[in-house]
């Protein structure tokens, strides 16, 4: 008897091998269209949940920081620089033979209130801004040069209708802020691919100055490679023709795109869009689904992450990268934002680490377009 179980033990488990081994990865199955990425945190870069790092290690073939390379934590303070994560994240993507971005060099959002403020806390004048964003910059790029494929340089310089997001490199430096950015990043590592990164860049205001800044840059004679568009995506917003006519500006434009933040929610959303400045309160008809997702509501996302993804497949030709916005639906940003401590289910893979159906449905679709 004993010997019969063990052998079919041995059977299922050879079985699971062989199934996982005939389970293709989403970087494998993208190969020659685009990259398929990642953010990742630094738990699954220590490996503190094996299964969860063994994942990002053998599904993608891109991964991009989720935190740890912005401003503020590898930049705390004026003189101090916090390397350990990042550097234990690019070894991480370096083992894997996975293309990294770095993200993102200047973002008003999570960076230290020193940047702008002189001893007596006042801003700073014009010169000393640009001369600590040179530092910033030329310290985080050069001690990466060579390892990292692009930067996201400028994140987030736009409000929707297309006007210049008043933040403190605004008010200080004027629009000039993002030229220096680039520049600066440019000269720290030559061979880096450059990105100006946004969200709701379906808005067609904001495309349009997003356009026109590429074109000032290039003018300028700045390298910029591309132009990320977030994509955190709802229900129904940003519908696919809005989500097709940006990436048409863009591409008559002469202008790659990345898909830099991929997650499409099921929550009923206060808002659209991923502005971090947005809060709400906690109510539970804005947390529906923390007994599970009805079956209608998973098939119409199953079919909005299709169409999306058919969308990016048919724009291969412009589209370099597709990156989700985190692993699972456990770790995701969208529980706690933008309303804390609610249940969503945006992500490619479920709370039990396991590939929704629609991944090999997505698998499908990009081997036809091959
Ligand atoms: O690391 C600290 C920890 O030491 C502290 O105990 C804890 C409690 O305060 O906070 C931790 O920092 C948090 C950080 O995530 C790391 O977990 C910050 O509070 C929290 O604000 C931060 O949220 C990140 C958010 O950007 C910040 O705006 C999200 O994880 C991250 O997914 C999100 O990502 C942004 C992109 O970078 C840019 N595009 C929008 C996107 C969503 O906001």
Same mark, same amino acid.
């Given at each position: 008897?004993?010997?019969?179980?063990?052998?079919?033990?041995?059977?299922?488990?050879?079985?699971?091998?062989?199934?996982?081994?005939?389970?293709?990865?989403?970087?494998?199955?993208?190969?020659?269209?685009?990259?398929?990425?990642?953010?990742?945190?630094?738990?699954?870069?220590?490996?503190?949940?094996?299964?969860?790092?063994?994942?990002?290690?053998?599904?993608?073939?891109?991964?991009?920081?989720? /935190?740890?390379?912005?401003?503020?934590?590898?930049?705390?303070?004026?003189?101090?620089?916090?390397?350990?994560?990042?550097?234990?994240?690019?070894?991480?993507?370096?083992?894997?033979?996975?293309?990294?971005?770095?993200?993102?060099?200047?973002?008003?959002?999570?960076?230290?209130?020193?940047?702008?403020?002189?001893?007596?806390?006042?801003?700073?004048?014009?010169?000393?801004?640009?001369?600590?964003?040179?530092?910033?910059?030329?310290?985080?790029?050069?001690?990466?040069?060579?390892?990292?494929?692009?930067?996201?340089?400028?994140?987030?310089?736009?409000?929707?209708?297309?006007?210049?997001?008043?933040?403190?490199?605004?008010?200080?430096?004027?629009?000039?802020?993002?030229?220096?950015?680039?520049?600066?990043?440019?000269?720290?590592?030559?061979?880096?691919?450059?990105?100006?990164?946004?969200?709701?860049?379906?808005?067609?205001?904001?495309?349009?100055?997003?356009?026109?800044?590429?074109?000032?840059?290039?003018?300028?004679?700045?390298?910029?490679?591309?132009?990320?568009?977030?994509?955190?995506?709802?229900?129904?917003?940003? &519908?696919?023709?809005? &989500?097709?006519?940006?990436?048409?500006?863009?591409?008559?434009?002469?202008?790659?795109?990345?898909?830099?933040?991929?997650?499409?929610?099921?929550?009923?959303?206060?808002?659209?869009?991923?502005?971090?400045?947005?809060?709400?309160?906690?109510?539970?008809?804005?947390?529906?689904?923390?007994?599970?997702?009805?079956?209608?509501?998973?098939?119409?996302?199953?079919?909005?992450?299709?169409?999306?993804?058919?969308?990016?497949?048919?724009?291969?030709?412009?589209?370099?990268?597709?990156?989700?916005?985190?692993?699972?639906? /456990?770790?995701?940003?969208?529980?706690?934002?933008?309303?804390?401590?609610?249940?969503?289910?945006?992500?490619?893979?479920?709370?039990?680490?396991?590939?929704?159906?629609?991944?090999?449905?997505?698998?499908?679709?990009?081997?036809?377009?091959?």
């Amino acid at each position: 008897m004993k010997i019969e179980l063990i052998s079919a033990v041995t059977v299922i488990v050879l079985l699971a091998t062989l199934h996982s081994m005939a389970q293709k990865s989403l970087g494998e199955a993208t190969k020659g269209e685009f990259l398929f990425g990642v953010a990742v945190n630094m738990n699954q870069v220590k490996g503190i949940n094996p299964i969860e790092t063994e994942l990002i290690s053998k599904e993608f073939s891109a991964i991009v920081p989720e /935190n740890c390379m912005k401003p503020q934590p590898i930049h705390p303070k004026k003189n101090r620089y916090y390397w350990k994560d990042a550097d234990k994240l690019v070894t991480f993507g370096e083992k894997n033979n996975q293309a990294i971005t770095g993200h993102c060099l200047i973002w008003h959002s999570q960076i230290g209130k020193w940047f702008f403020i002189d001893a007596d806390g006042k801003d700073v004048s014009p010169e000393e801004l640009k001369e600590r964003m040179r530092q910033h910059i030329s310290k985080v790029v050069g001690r990466y040069k060579g390892r990292i494929k692009g930067w996201d340089v400028v994140n987030e310089a736009f409000e929707d209708d297309g006007s210049y997001r008043k933040s403190k490199f605004y008010q200080i430096l004027g629009k000039d802020f993002i030229k220096y950015a680039f520049q600066f990043a440019h000269e720290a590592d030559p061979n880096a691919e450059l990105y100006y990164n946004d969200y709701n860049v379906e808005t067609p205001s904001k495309c349009d100055a997003i356009v026109e800044l590429v074109k000032d840059l290039r003018t300028a004679g700045c390298r910029i490679d591309a132009v990320g568009s977030q994509s955190h995506m709802h229900m129904n917003l940003p &519908t696919l023709d809005s &989500t097709e006519a940006s990436f048409k500006k863009l591409r008559d434009a002469g202008i790659h795109i990345l898909i830099t933040e991929w997650d499409i929610s099921i929550l009923p959303s206060p808002y659209e869009g991923a502005n971090v400045s947005a809060n709400f309160n906690y109510s539970k008809e804005m947390d529906p689904y923390r007994d599970g997702v009805p079956d209608v509501i998973q098939q119409k996302w199953n079919k909005r992450i299709l169409d999306m993804f058919g969308l990016f497949l048919k724009y291969r030709d412009v589209v370099d990268r597709v990156t989700v916005w985190g692993l699972t639906d /456990n770790s995701t940003w969208l529980n706690n934002f933008p309303i804390h401590g609610r249940k969503d289910y945006p992500m490619l893979f479920d709370r039990n680490n396991q590939r929704k159906p629609v991944v090999d449905e997505m698998i499908k679709l990009a081997e036809k377009f091959k």
